[in-house]
C-alpha cells in the first residue's frame, strides 16, 4: 500500500515538474568534486534525476566510494566514479551538463574572499578541462566565489578558443530557494506556490532579491522586506554558525544545484519556458557578468530576461551591490590572466 501510494505521489511530482512520460535522450552529467560537503548530496540527487542517463562522479580522492554506494540506487542512470587528474578526461568525454561544486567549504570567520585563491585555482584547473575535453557541455559553477570563479571560467575558455557565453552558468539558485522559503514564512503562503526572482550575484550585498516581484503577492511592510533582504543575503553565515564551525551550507546548496541542473537538462530536451535566475554573462546593466531571470533551451541560454519594475528599495539595492559586484568580476579575470 505505502509502496503504491509512494509511486504515485513520486510519479505527479515529476509531472509537475516536466519530466516526459515518453522516452528521453541520452544525456550525460559530471559532477566535479563528487566526494564533498556538497558534491555526495549532488550526486544522489542527480541519480534521481529521470533525465540523466550517465552519471560521471569525480574527484581527487574518494571517489569510487561515492559511485558505489550512489550506483545501488535503483535510477536508470549508470554511475561510474573517476579519481585523480589521470582520469578527468575519461568523467568529462561526452557531457551534456557539467556541475562544479569542487573547493574548500567556507568556516567561521572566513569571508567568501578568504576562499579565493584556493577556489579559483582549482576551477582554473577544470575549466581548462572542460574546454579540452567537452567543450559544448553546459558548465554550472557552484564553486564559491561565484562572481569571481563564472569571470575566472569565461577567461579560460576564451583563451582555449571554446568560450560560448550561452554555456556557462553561475548557479545562485540558492538566493532564490532561500528567498521562497523566507518569504512564504513571513507571508503566510504556501512555499510551493512562491516565486521570488533573485538578481545581482551570489555573495553578501550583491544578492538582491526582488520582492516587490513576488507571487503570491502579500504587500508586506518595509521593515519585513528589509530583513527579509538581510536573511537572504546572509543565509550563508546562518548555516555556518549553526553548524558551529563543523560546515556550511552543503545540502540547502546541493537541492539548489539539483534544481538547476534540471532547468538545464529540460532546455537541452526542448522543454519551453524553461526559466531560472542565473549569473551569466549580461547586457542587463553595465557589469558583463550579472543575475537575473535566463530563459533555457537547446543551446543553454536563449534569453537574458530585464529585471522589471523595482521597488525605491530595490533601485537603491542595486545602485549599491555594482561596485562590490564589478571588483568581484574583475578579481576573477585578473586572476584567469595570471602565468
Known amino acids: 500500500m505505502f509502496?503504491?501510494?509512494?509511486?504515485?505521489?513520486?510519479?505527479?511530482?515529476?509531472?509537475?515538474?516536466?519530466?516526459?512520460?515518453?522516452?528521453?535522450?541520452?544525456?550525460?552529467?559530471?559532477?566535479?568534486?563528487?566526494?564533498?560537503?556538497?558534491?555526495?548530496?549532488?550526486?544522489?540527487?542527480?541519480?534521481?534525476?529521470?533525465?540523466?542517463?550517465?552519471?560521471?562522479?569525480?574527484?581527487?580522492?574518494?571517489?569510487?566510494?561515492?559511485?558505489?554506494?550512489?550506483?545501488?540506487?535503483?535510477?536508470?542512470?549508470?554511475?561510474?566514479?573517476?579519481?585523480?587528474?589521470?582520469?578527468?578526461?575519461?568523467?568529462?568525454?561526452?557531457?551534456?551538463?557539467?556541475?562544479?561544486?569542487?573547493?574548500?567549504?567556507?568556516?567561521?570567520?572566513?569571508?567568501?574572499?578568504?576562499?579565493?585563491?584556493?577556489?579559483a585555482g582549482i576551477v582554473k584547473g577544470l575549466c581548462a578541462a572542460i574546454a579540452k575535453y567537452c567543450p559544448n557541455a553546459l558548465v554550472n559553477m557552484i564553486s564559491n566565489p561565484v562572481n569571481s570563479t563564472v569571470p575566472i571560467?569565461?577567461?579560460?575558455?576564451?583563451?582555449?578558443?571554446?568560450?560560448?557565453?550561452?554555456?556557462?552558468?553561475?548557479?545562485?539558485?540558492?538566493?532564490?530557494?532561500r528567498a521562497k522559503t523566507f518569504y512564504a514564512g513571513?507571508?503566510?503562503?504556501?512555499?510551493?506556490?512562491?516565486?521570488?526572482?533573485?538578481?545581482?550575484?551570489?555573495?553578501?550585498?550583491?544578492?538582491?532579491?526582488?520582492?516587490?516581484?513576488?507571487?503570491?503577492?502579500a504587500n508586506l511592510p518595509e521593515e519585513d522586506i528589509k530583513a527579509l533582504t538581510k536573511r537572504t543575503q546572509d543565509g550563508g553565515t546562518?548555516?555556518?554558525?549553526?553548524?558551529?564551525?563543523?560546515?556550511?551550507a552543503t545540502l540547502s546548496m546541493a537541492y539548489a544545484g539539483a534544481i538547476f541542473a534540471d532547468a538545464c537538462l529540460k532546455g537541452l530536451n526542448g522543454v519551453p519556458d524553461v526559466v531560472e535566475c542565473s549569473f551569466v554573462q549580461s547586457t542587463v546593466t553595465e557589469l558583463p557578468f550579472f543575475a537575473s531571470k535566463v530563459r533555457l533551451g537547446k543551446n543553454g541560454v536563449e534569453e537574458v530576461m530585464g529585471l522589471g519594475p523595482l521597488s525605491d528599495y530595490e533601485q537603491a539595492g542595486l545602485e549599491s551591490?555594482?561596485?562590490?559586484?564589478k571588483a568581484s568580476i574583475e578579481k576573477g579575470i585578473k586572476f584567469a590572466n595570471q602565468n
Not at 153 to 158: G, L, P
Not at 238 to 248: I, L, N, P, Q, R
Open 321 to 325: 551591490l555594482k561596485p562590490e559586484l
Open 3 to 119: 509502496r503504491s501510494v509512494a509511486r504515485s505521489a513520486a510519479g505527479k511530482h515529476l509531472l509537475r515538474r516536466g519530466y516526459a512520460t515518453e522516452s528521453v535522450p541520452d544525456r550525460k552529467v559530471a559532477v566535479l568534486g563528487a566526494a564533498g560537503g556538497i558534491g555526495q548530496p549532488l550526486a544522489l540527487l542527480m541519480k534521481l534525476n529521470p533525465l540523466v542517463s550517465r552519471l560521471a562522479l569525480y574527484d581527487i580522492a574518494n571517489t569510487p566510494g561515492v559511485a558505489a554506494d550512489v550506483s545501488h540506487v535503483n535510477t536508470r542512470s549508470e554511475v561510474a566514479g573517476y579519481v585523480g587528474e589521470d582520469q578527468l578526461k575519461q568523467a568529462l568525454e561526452g557531457c551534456d551538463v557539467v556541475i562544479i561544486p569542487a573547493g574548500v567549504p567556507r568556516k567561521p570567520g572566513m569571508t567568501r574572499d578568504d576562499l579565493f585563491n584556493i577556489n
Open 153 to 177: 571560467a569565461a577567461e579560460v575558455f576564451k583563451k582555449a578558443g571554446t568560450y560560448d557565453e550561452k554555456k556557462l552558468f553561475g548557479v545562485t539558485t540558492l538566493d532564490v530557494v
Open 186 to 217: 513571513k507571508a503566510k503562503v504556501n512555499v510551493a506556490d512562491v516565486n521570488v526572482p533573485v538578481v545581482g550575484g551570489h555573495a553578501g550585498i550583491t544578492i538582491l532579491p526582488l520582492f516587490s516581484q513576488a507571487t503570491p503577492k
Open 238 to 248: 546562518e548555516v555556518v554558525e549553526a553548524k558551529a564551525g563543523k560546515g556550511s
